[in-house]
């Protein structure tokens, strides 16, 4: 099993700057690729940024890109979203996933991430 706690979440104006951070453990970090995702209420959870074993491929939404940058220590068993420009419509739950599977256009979906963490709320007032 892996455990994966999130961090860093809080409440920012707009156009403001979050980092949250992704601790890891009981697995080997490096040996999965990992995303962020976001669920607001009422809303289904969706994707925000993946990133491979390595750190050197990623994927973004349309809607953050350009804003936001994954990022990941494998020597620290950490991932990192930095967000920045924030909007209101940022606002949500925040969840931090792995996935054992190969890289590819599939991360961008829930179904190959087998851990997640139990979240972190980012809220955003305009």
């Known amino acids: 099993q892996m455990q994966l706690v999130e961090s860093g979440g809080g409440l920012v104006q707009a156009g403001g700057s979050l980092r949250l951070s992704c601790a890891a453990s009981?697995?080997?970090?490096?040996?999965?690729?990992m995303g962020w995702f976001r669920q607001a209420p009422g809303k289904e959870r969706e994707f925000v940024a993946a990133?491979?074993?390595?750190?050197?491929?990623?994927y973004y939404a349309d809607s953050v890109k350009g804003r936001f940058a994954i990022s990941r220590d494998n020597g620290k068993n950490t991932g990192y979203l930095q967000m920045n420009s924030l909007k209101p419509e940022d606002t949500a739950v925040y969840y931090c996933?792995?996935?054992?599977?190969?890289?590819?256009?599939?991360?961008?979906?829930?179904?190959?991430?087998?851990?997640w963490g139990q979240g972190t709320q980012v809220t955003v007032s305009s």
């Open positions: 996933a792995a996935t054992i599977r190969p890289f590819t256009i599939v991360v961008r979906t829930i179904d190959p991430y087998a851990y």
């Open positions: 009981g697995r080997t970090f490096g040996s999965y690729a």
């Open positions: 990133i491979s074993r390595g750190g050197g491929s990623t």
